[in-house]
């Protein structure tokens, strides 16, 4: 996976094949299926490129049909289906091998002023400088996640605020981390958007185990993102220390529920929510997870 902002600018500048076709290409990675932050930010780098005046993505909703291979390039289709006076909406399926793995609407406006509020992060959560790399904690819990972590994920510097499972006492299920990436990025705040749609997959649905003492990188752990939603409320640069709050607010019948909050500097820049699969294998069914990453 990138480990330079260039590898992930490339990452995300797709190959206009005409007619609402674009494709992309994967990084080389130890990974066995697509990660899902790629292909949301692919998906929309594709909507963009579709766009033809100031338009800024506002939403989006994401449904993954099947498990990405890492061997091929996905395509993505983009159907422009309304244009109006203020609101753009696109939807956009991604394909390999003549099967969709990925569906996502999203809707664009023109920027207006208009009423303005929002809401304060969880609880204060002390500067980045003084909070622990994440793959630092994540070692102390898994021999395998920091090298695994610095493979896939050295484009992002990461660092861990806290969560409930630091407190005994409290009941939700809760995760902090600051995030940005590792060198400055251009100024397109699509650009921007896409980058923060690729981070905000990548510890989300980790949340929704935090009570549950579970060890993530555990073959016994079947997981997959189902749905992914964002909104973009302001602008905000991914190249900057974002302020990523995360909350479970339910897991049940095989799936976990999360919901996080991405602010710079005080200010709420985005919004968004997941649903995946979190499903404990027994351990007579550990050798088919590969299998089934695969299928």
Not at 152 to 161: F, P
Request: net charge negative; charged share 20%.
């Amino acid at each position: 996976m990138p480990q330079q902002v260039e590898e992930l600018v490339a990452l995300l500048t797709l190959e206009d094949r005409g007619g609402g076709h674009y494709r992309g290409v994967h990084p080389q990675t130890s990974m066995q299926r697509s990660f899902g932050g790629q292909v949301m930010a692919q998906a929309l780098s594709a909507m963009y490129r579709t766009m033809v005046d100031e338009r800024q993505c506002h939403s989006l909703s994401g449904y993954f049909l099947r498990p990405g291979s890492t061997d091929a390039p996905i395509d993505y289709h983009v159907t422009l289906t309304r244009d109006g006076r203020g609101f753009s909406t696109r939807r956009v399926v991604a394909g390999q091998g003549g099967k969709d793995i990925f569906v996502m609407s999203a809707s664009f406006k023109t920027p207006e002023a208009g009423l303005d509020h929002q809401i304060a992060p969880y609880a204060p959560a002390p500067p980045p400088e003084r909070c622990e790399p994440l793959a630092d904690v994540l070692a102390r819990e898994s021999p395998t996640a920091r090298q695994h972590w610095e493979d896939e994920w050295g484009v992002l510097d990461v660092r861990y605020v806290d969560s409930s499972r630091d407190n005994p006492l409290e009941a939700s299920a809760r995760m902090t981390i600051w995030v940005k990436t590792v060198d400055e990025l251009d100024a397109d705040p699509a650009l921007h958007q896409q980058v923060l749609a690729y981070a905000s997959d990548l510890t989300i649905l980790a949340v929704s185990t935090v009570p549950h003492r579970l060890d993530f990188y555990s073959p016994r752990l079947q997981i997959a993102t189902i749905n992914h939603s964002m909104w973009f409320h302001r602008p905000i640069r991914a190249d900057g220390w974002v302020l990523y709050d995360q909350v479970s607010p339910s897991a049940s019948n095989g799936l976990g529920f999360s919901i996080g909050r991405l602010y710079s500097d005080g200010v709420l820049g985005a919004s968004c929510a997941q649903e995946g699969l979190i499903r404990r294998l027994p351990e007579a069914d550990v050798p088919a997870r590969a299998d089934w990453l695969r299928s």
